[in-house]
């Protein structure tokens, strides 16, 4: 079956610019989940989704991030005015339960932003 | 402040022996320990996983270890294979909350063959 996907699959933008990433989920994934992995590290927790809330936004590290999910399935993470220091790759990831219980999150390919 | 911790940023092994990688923990309160393993350009795919209530637990060639006293957890391949060439990260999830990863740096492991 189709597993997440994402896209672009790599972004570059100009300093200031926004930019928008998409993440389609494993169909019939409740929980939703956006990291971000810089060069040399762990990918690194951004904020999740149970369906169509947004449950965690405790790893957007400005407000410049912004993340959404209206229909429960497809989810859009957006960045306002881009800084050179949010190059990275950014990791949509998938489970079909929501949070509470232990289970294995699917990830996607990544979407690769490099800001100049 | 880093919570799952990978020390050895590499590792070569030769074709046919094990390959042991190792990940520290800090936060007592994670109770669900994964491995996932990265190929360049892709996502990190989900290997294998230990809750906290276990020491071990195997799958084939994989089998992961979990020291809960000394916060630690392994991961030995045997025997290592080219195809497990790749960067392998160890992550953790707490008791409660969103379930969310916590990632250690990963380990490049290198299979000679």
């Known amino acids: 079956g189709a597993g997440v996907s994402q896209s672009p699959r790599y972004k570059v933008a100009k300093r200031g610019q926004d930019v928008a990433l998409r993440c389609d989920p494993i169909s019939g994934h409740v929980s939703l989940f956006w990291y971000q992995q810089a060069l040399g590290q762990g990918p690194e927790f951004l904020t999740y989704f149970q369906n169509e809330a947004q449950l965690d936004k405790s790893g957007l590290p400005s407000d410049r991030f912004f993340a959404e999910r209206p229909e429960g399935s497809v989810s859009t993470l957006k960045i306002q005015r881009t800084q050179q220091e949010d190059s990275a790759v950014y990791l949509c990831?998938?489970?079909?339960?929501?949070?509470?219980?232990?289970?294995?999150?699917?990830f996607g390919p990544g979407t690769r932003l490099l800001v100049l | 402040d880093q919570q799952v911790k990978q020390n050895s940023p590499s590792l070569s092994v030769q074709e046919g022996r094990i390959s042991i990688l190792n990940c520290d923990y800090t936060?007592?309160?994670?109770?669900?320990f994964l491995w996932y393993k990265k190929y360049p350009a892709e996502g990190p795919t989900f290997l294998i996983s230990i809750s906290s209530i276990k020491d071990k637990n195997e799958d084939g060639r994989f089998t992961v270890f979990l020291n809960k006293s000394a916060k630690h957890l392994s991961l030995h391949i045997v025997p290592s294979q080219p195809g497990d060439s790749a960067v392998y990260f160890c992550?953790?999830?707490?008791?409660?909350?969103?379930?969310?990863?916590?990632f250690g740096t990963g380990t490049r492991l290198t299979v000679i063959p």
């Open positions: 990831a998938s489970s079909l339960v929501p949070s509470g219980r232990q289970e294995t999150q699917y």
């Open positions: 992550a953790a999830t707490l008791e409660t909350g969103a379930n969310n990863l916590f």
């Open positions: 936060n007592s309160m994670f109770d669900y």
